[in-house]
């Protein structure tokens, strides 16, 4: 007898050790998972990218990863500036001179775009954000051999659904719809998902607390539970005063915006 396979589903961890680890804890008194999924933008923002990357590379096989742009571009040589123009930039600096070559590697290692257990696994598709319907069945459309679709960027917890096959631009996509704390979602036969778990270690929907998804799937049976977790905000905000971040990151982070 096949069993159900158990997927704990973050993106945008930006270095929020804090945040990553209360949701861990909660996915673990839970019943635990199988695979952990990761949908990008692991770094930049927080003040712990080497303790986050470290806390992945613990998880060993279990962990499945893509690149989001933040992720992209701290490992690109030349890509940052000590004097950038823009706050998140100065953020993401202060990460690419925390982690080591070692780290940097790692975060290669990861694709840009994966399909795992009948899931596409991708953060800005065609570095798009997926806020709109039109926009999510230009996704579904284009996405063959696979059903549902796992985005991130956009920080904010929800999904999109549509009969739209691949290659078909006559099905509409509904609008996007929100998955807030314990929010039980069972997929239909017949309808395809793009789904968003919403930016762990920096929210966007007004909610401070932290965004994730617990999967549980058996064959074609799918069904996706929403969590939201407390995490103690203040240590990270004391760390990013200490390291002289930007003053724009605690603001995010109290307000839950971007």
Same mark, same amino acid.
Request: hydrophobic share 40%.
């Given at each position: 007898?096949q069993?159900?396979?158990r997927?704990?589903?973050c993106?945008d961890?930006?270095?929020?050790?804090?945040?990553?680890?209360?949701?861990?804890?909660?996915?673990q008194?839970r019943?635990?998972?199988?695979?952990?999924?990761?949908?990008g933008?692991?770094?930049g923002y927080?003040?712990d990218?080497?303790?986050?990357?470290?806390?992945?590379?613990a998880?060993?096989?279990r962990?499945v990863?893509?690149q989001?742009?933040?992720?992209?571009?701290?490992?690109?040589?030349?890509?940052l500036?000590?004097?950038p123009?823009?706050?998140?930039q100065?953020?993401d600096y202060?990460n690419?001179?925390?982690?080591?070559?070692?780290?940097r590697a790692?975060?290669r290692?990861?694709?840009?775009?994966?399909?795992?257990?009948?899931f596409?696994?991708?953060h800005?598709?065609?570095k798009?954000y997926?806020?709109?319907?039109?926009?999510?069945?230009?996704v579904?459309a284009a996405t063959r051999?696979v059903?549902?679709?796992?985005v991130g960027h956009s920080?904010?917890? &929800?999904y999109? /659904? $549509?009969?739209?096959k691949a290659?078909?631009a006559?099905a509409?996509?509904e609008?996007?719809?929100? #998955? !807030? +704390?314990g929010?039980v979602l069972?997929?239909?036969?017949?309808?395809?998902?793009?789904?968003?778990?919403?930016?762990?270690?920096q929210?966007?929907?007004?909610?401070?607390?932290a965004?994730y998804?617990?999967a549980s799937?058996? &064959?074609?049976? /799918? $069904?996706?539970e929403?969590?939201?977790?407390?995490?103690?905000?203040?240590a990270?905000i004391a760390? #990013? !005063? +200490?390291?002289?971040?930007p003053t724009?990151?605690?603001?995010?982070?109290?307000?839950?915006?971007?």
């Open positions: 007898m069993k159900y396979t997927i704990l589903i993106s961890i930006h270095s929020n050790i804090e945040a990553l680890q209360a949701c861990l804890a909660d996915a008194a019943g635990g998972f199988d695979r952990f999924w990761s949908i933008d692991v770094v927080g003040p990218p080497v303790a986050v990357l470290d806390e992945l590379r998880l060993g096989d962990f990863g893509v989001g742009n933040h992720d992209r571009l701290s490992v690109k040589a030349g890509g500036h000590p004097r123009d823009w706050w998140w100065h953020a202060r690419f001179l925390a982690m080591t070559a070692t780290d790692f975060i290692s990861w694709p840009h775009d994966i399909v795992d257990l009948g596409r696994l991708v800005d598709p065609d798009r997926v806020e709109d319907a039109s926009t999510a069945g230009w579904l051999h059903r549902h679709v796992v920080h904010k917890p &929800g999109f /659904v $549509t009969t739209r290659g078909d006559a509409p996509t609008r996007f719809r929100p #998955l !807030r +704390d929010d069972e997929f239909e036969a017949g309808r395809r998902y793009l789904i968003n778990p919403g930016g762990l270690g929210p966007r929907d007004r909610d401070a607390s965004p998804l617990l799937i058996h &064959g074609d049976s /799918v $069904t996706i929403a969590r939201r977790v407390e995490y103690d905000m203040e990270t760390k #990013l !005063r +200490d390291l002289d971040y724009e990151l605690e603001w995010h982070l109290r307000r839950g915006t971007g």
